[in-house]
C-alpha cells in the first residue's frame, strides 16, 4: 500500500508492505508452514516472490500477477534443513524495478536447530535490510534513461529504513544478518577495526567460520556474519569504494551506521563447526552454458511464453555461467538452490549454498544446480531490478518424470531482439 513513511529523516510516501518500510521481518521455523493473505492495495499489478525459499514455483510465481483489489493467500510448508536468510519483493516483470525501489522488500528469517548452538544463542542478532532511496517532492524519484541501463541508485543508503542509524549493542558477540534489497546498489562492507566471521550465505549457515575484512553485497545476496567486539567505543560499518563496470560510484567509504558497543569480547569464543553440508559432486548429466549479456540471456530476452530450458527433477545439473560485457550482473535463481564450484577455474575454498552470484566481466562460474523437490515452471535472471525489467531473464522448466522427451529446445541465434518490449523511459 502507499503510505507516509519517515525515511533517512524525512516524511516520504513510499510503496509499503503493511504501512512499513522496510516490510516487516517475517520470522518463522523449519517445518512450519506460513500462511499469507495478500492483498493488492497499489493502482497496478504486483505479486510476491519469496526470494531464496525452496518454494513450489506453482506458489511461488514469478509468472503470477495479482490485479489492483485483490488478494491471494501465498501457503507454503517452509522445508526442514532451509533455515537461513531470505527476503520478500514483488516480481512482475516490466514493474519489478519501480516497485522494488519504492520501497517493497522485507526480510524472512527461518530458524532452525543449528541456531540454537550455545555461541550463535549467546550472540545478539539483528537482521540488516540495506536499501538506498531517492525522493524527489517526498516520492520515490522516477527513474531516468541511464538507470535502465545502469541501475538505479538511490542518494540515500538506508539501514531498515533509516540513515547512519546508531546501534547499541550490549553482548560481546554481534550476529549482523545483512540483506541487499536494493535494485542495484552493490555493497563492500567494513566494520571499523574489526573483521567479519562469515557463518553463512544465502542459503543459510556455513561449515565454519570465514574471516573476512570486507565482505562483497550485490543485490539480492545475503550474509550472515559475527563480529567479536574487541572494546568498548563507537565502530562505523562503512560502505567501501567497489567498480561494477562502467557505473560511477562512491569514491570515499561511505558511513551507514554506528556500533556503539558498552562490552567487549575478546575472550568469546566463535563456534567452531556450525553445520555439516552436503557436498554436491560436479558429474551431471547435463551441462549447461549460459551467458549474460546487457538485457539478453544467450543472446534472447525474456520471453514468459517460451521455455529456455528444460531440467528433469532429481538431476543434479552444471551450469557455467559466463557474462560478457562490461558490467557486473548478479545472477539469481529461484526455487533451487546451488553450490558454487569454481570461479574462472579456480575451486571454490568452501562449500556454500547460494541463490544469487555476481558475474564480473568475462567471469565464468561454474555452478551444480540440484533439481529437487519441486517440478515446474520458474525463472533466472540478473538481479539489477532494471536489467531483469528489460528482458534479462529467463525461463527454466523442470518435468517430474525421466521420459520427457526434449532436454532442451533449439535455439537460433535470432537478432533484433535487443530492445525491451516496452519502453519505459
Ligand atoms: Cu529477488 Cu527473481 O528475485
Ligand atoms: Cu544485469
Known sequence: ????????????????????????????????????????????????????????????????????????????????????????????????????????????????????????????????????????????????????????????????????????????????????????????????????????????????PVAYDELILVPGERADVLVRLERQGEFRLLNVPYSRGGVPGITEPQPLMTLRATTAGRAVKLPERLVTLERLASASAVTRSITFGMFLINGLPFDPQRVDFIGQLGDVEVWEIGSVGDMDHPFHIHTYSFQVLSRNGVPEPFVAWRDTIDLRPRDVVRVALPLRGFAGRTVFHCHIAEHADRGMMAVLEVRPGRQATPIEQPRNGQSGHGQPKEDHR
Open 1 to 208: 500500500m502507499l503510505a507516509w513513511v519517515r525515511v533517512g529523516g524525512v516524511q516520504a510516501q513510499l510503496l509499503t508492505y503493511n504501512g512499513l518500510f522496510p516490510g516487516p521481518v517475517i520470522r518463522i521455523r523449519e517445518g512450519e508452514r506460513l500462511r499469507l493473505r495478500f492483498t493488492n492495495r497499489l493502482q497496478e499489478p504486483t505479486n510476491l516472490h519469496f526470494h531464496g525459499m525452496h518454494i513450489d514455483p506453482a506458489v511461488d510465481n514469478p509468472f503470477l500477477e495479482i490485479p489492483p483489489g485483490e488478494s491471494l493467500v501465498y501457503e507454503f510448508v517452509v522445508p526442514e534443513g532451509s533455515a537461513g536468510l531470505f527476503w520478500y519483493h514483488p516480481h512482475v516483470h516490466g514493474l519489478l524495478a519501480r516497485q522494488l525501489f519504492a520501497g517493497l522488500a522485507g526480510a524472512i528469517v527461518v530458524e532452525g536447530p543449528a541456531d540454537a548452538t550455545p555461541e550463535l544463542r549467546a550472540a545478539e542478532e539483528h537482521v540488516i535490510v540495506l536499501k538506498d532511496l531517492s525522493l524527489r517532492d517526498g516520492r520515490p524519484e522516477p527513474h531516468k534513461a541511464t538507470d535502465w541501463a545502469d541501475g538505479k541508485e538511490g542518494e540515500m543508503v538506508l539501514v531498515n529504513g533509516r540513515a547512519q542509524p546508531v546501534l547499541d549493542v550490549t553482548r560481546p558477540l554481534l550476529r549482523l544478518r545483512f540483506v541487499n534489497a536494493s535494485n542495484a546498489r552493490f555493497y563492500k562492507l567494513k566494520l571499523e577495526g574489526h573483521p567479519w566471521h562469515l557463518i553463512g550465505t544465502d542459503g543459510g549457515l556455513i561449515e565454519k
